[in-house]
């Protein structure tokens, strides 16, 4: 009798055919829940622009209009000079003019001015004469970075500025340094954001939502109804990654789109190779998912192991936000296993250094090695059972 | 060939025993109810039976097919409807209907006349979200995802728990009629008022089984005199009859305490005089004849 069912099953089931079927009916249900849940589509649509956006126009590391006050005990040619070169720069703003040291103490304490430049008495006289005069720059260090950065401009104008009279009277030879920025020569900070977005979004779309997906159906029971189905465990875990397949790659579309067209970052490689490289990061991703999923039962769980496991590392440990170089040796080790480290210097490479194949093959291959092990150990956790 | 097959199967969870040495035989065409409290066991049988666990000993066979073996075939055969609602939420009536149909390769329409009778009644509802419905209707709806593939056997777990009583004398009505159809039914309920309902069934504690035989049959064995006593204060009556040298059992049931004797050929004038003796008001006592709930008191005392 058992050989009689079989039989008939093998004959009437049309494999291929059905199988097609089971799965695209299984794809659609998947976009329906993904259409008709707010919280995915705001998560999926309206957090890439919102960051994008953000990213692009609130945060910034250049600085602009920051008010100082000038103590200047010379008030010669030289030094009203250097003032109005500091001035008419468009970094800074006279706030105050200062007339004695004890008025610098309280100046500050006001919280207005980020910055006093001092000019020592005689200062031309000193400066012609002996070849040397101080400037003392006192900046506001409660923000560390901005101060470095004040005090990084500051010095660079009066550097412009000494260089100009030295050569107009040739006195003593010198040493001009000239630099250069390649590659972002007005550093933009949004050139070094948009490929760590490109990495958080992609992660967070694959990652994140399909760990969830798949867990939801645990929660909710209804992974029994389709574990007891002629549904087939791989149909299942490939029904639920194409979809955020697809969305992952509009939303790597949208960043690239708004970041050239609103921020004029541009894409010096080769386009094709970019898409290519999401591709992979994107492969990663996924198979990081369906592993977070095996190992946790319901969204809760999965969502922290995203975020915590996966959303952090890759902000922090990738050199999305901070140079890896200068982490401590430990950190710099432990970065070499986030997915993101490797697509962040692809993505760098292509969109603004240009390279191709060849200078990232190395990332590329970590990246292949990474979805080769996160898919053959989510196949192995991934049970055709409930237990 | 029997439809399920089960021999001395067990499934132990780290320490706990749920299942415990259970055999029994379902034959083509039956209800066969697995009767017994939360914590029984009757889930984790019937996730054995459609193949999501394995037992640790002990074999069962689906249409003669090994629940471990060959679970693949298994898969495509059964209906299932697991105790909680499970059913997509955020789809419509008619969307889960199709995507129940679509995954197990049929279409709604090829088996409409095995649904008909039960979709009728969710028909005025078919766009409104499984979520919104009310609880005996998601409970219609599951069974009519369960029936869509036209399986061999169903098996229904929990299915009228948390459903008000007019839907569940709905529901076994619908049960009757697929059975007429020739659908082999198991179904797990913890309410023993829904025995009878079964063809067969099997008492159920602490995962193993008391006693597996026809509701009928179940009860014939029950020999004792059964009575049901009331007073004006139920709780001291329990307390006396519990005190009460020739008590066999004595247990709540419903307004009443149902009460057996040690001794046989008891009258009721006999233990309502021993009552009145203890000052006892409004004393009320009748003969009763015993039902599942009562057979199933006594089987868990003997063991």
């Known amino acids: 009798m058992p050989h009689e069912i079989k039989e008939i099953s093998e004959i009437s089931d049309f494999r291929g055919i059905n199988d097609m079927k089971r799965f695209i009916g299984f794809l659609i249900k998947e976009f329906y829940h993904i259409f008709r849940d707010f919280r995915t589509l705001l998560i999926l649509f309206g957090m890439p622009v919102a960051q994008i956006l953000l990213f692009g126009f609130a945060i910034t590391n250049e600085i602009k209009d920051v008010k100082i006050a000038i103590l200047d005990e010379s008030k010669d040619n030289v030094t009203r000079e250097i003032s109005d070169k500091l001035l008419s720069s468009g970094y800074f703003l006279l706030y105050d003019n200062l007339q004695s040291v004890k008025d610098i103490e309280p100046e500050f304490r006001k919280g207005i001015i980020k910055e006093v430049i001092i000019f020592e008495p005689n200062f031309s006289d000193n400066l012609f004469k002996t070849g040397s005069a101080n400037i003392q720059l006192i900046a506001d260090a409660s923000e560390p970075n901005l101060a470095n950065m004040i005090v990084a401009y500051t010095t660079s104008i009066i550097t412009n500025y000494r260089s100009e009279i030295t050569k107009s009277e040739d006195v003593l030879p010198s040493i001009n340094t000239e630099i250069k920025m390649r590659f972002n020569p007005n550093l933009k900070s949004v050139f070094m954001f948009v490929p760590g977005l490109m990495a958080v979004i992609l992660l967070l779309v694959s990652a994140l939502m399909t760990s969830i997906s798949i867990t939801k159906e645990k929660e909710m029971g209804t992974m029994e109804v389709l574990l007891v189905s002629p549904l087939k465990p791989f149909q299942i875990i490939i029904g639920k990654v194409i979809p955020y397949l697809l969305l992952a790659f509009v939303n790597a579309f949208v960043i690239l789109g708004l970041a050239q067209f609103i921020f004029g970052v541009p894409i010096v490689g080769n386009t094709i190779l970019l898409v290519l490289e999401s591709a992979l990061f994107v492969i990663v991703a996924l198979s990081l998912g369906i592993l977070i999923s095996t190992i946790s039962n319901n969204q809760q769980t999965a969502m922290m192991i995203s975020l915590g496991g996966l959303m952090l590392p890759t902000i922090i440990l990738s050199g999305y936000i901070f140079p890896i170089e200068n982490m401590p040796i430990v950190l710099q080790i432990i970065s070499n296993a986030v997915p993101a480290r490797w697509f962040i210097a692809i993505v760098k490479g292509i969109m603004l250094k240009g390279s191709s194949f060849g200078y990232i093959m190395k990332e590329t291959f970590v990246l292949i090695g990474m979805a080769v092990f996160f898919i053959f150990l989510s196949i192995i956790k991934f049970k055709t059972r409930l237990e | ?181 020739g659908i082999t039914i198991l179904v797990s309920t913890p309410y023993m008022d829904e025995a009878s309902l079964c063809d067969r069934v099997a008492l159920m504690q602490k995962g193993k089984t008391l006693s597996i035989d026809t509701p009928d049959n179940i009860i014939r064995q029950f020999k004792k005199s059964l009575f049901a006593i009331h007073s004006e204060n139920q709780y001291e009556l329990f307390q006396t009859l519990m005190k009460y040298e020739h008590r066999n059992t004595v247990f709540p049931f419903g307004e009443f305490l149902h009460y057996t004797d040690k001794r046989e050929n008891i009258s009721e004038d006999e233990i309502k005089n021993y009552l009145e003796t203890l000052n006892l008001k409004g004393l009320k006592i009748k003969s009763v004849k015993p039902n599942i709930e009562d057979c199933f008191m006594a089987l868990m005392e003997e063991k």
């Open chain 2, 1 to 181: 060939m029997k439809i399920v097959e089960v021999k001395n199967i067990v499934k132990t969870f780290d320490k706990t025993t749920a299942v415990d040495d259970v055999s029994f035989e379902v034959e083509q065409g039956e209800i066969f109810g697995l009767i017994g409290p939360d914590g029984a066991g009757k889930t984790t049988l019937f996730r054995m039976l459609t193949t999501l666990l394995k037992p640790v000993k002990g074999n069962a066979k689906v249409l003669g097919l090994d629940v471990v073996k060959n679970y693949k075939q298994i898969r495509k055969k059964v209906g299932y409807m697991p105790g909680r609602f499970s059913l997509y939420q955020d789809l419509s009536v008619e969307e889960n209907l199709k995507f129940f149909a679509t995954i197990f390769g049929t279409t709604v329409e090829e088996n409409y006349n095995l649904i008909k009778d039960i979709y009728i009644l969710l028909e005025p509802f078919k766009k409104r979200k499984a979520g919104k419905l009310s609880g005996g209707m998601k409970q219609k709806l599951a069974l009519c995802c369960a029936l869509i593939h036209k399986p061999d056997v169903l098996f229904l777990d929990e299915p009228t728990t948390g459903v008000d009583p007019v839907s569940r004398n709905e529901f076994w009505d619908m049960l009757r009629k697929l059975k007429e159809q």
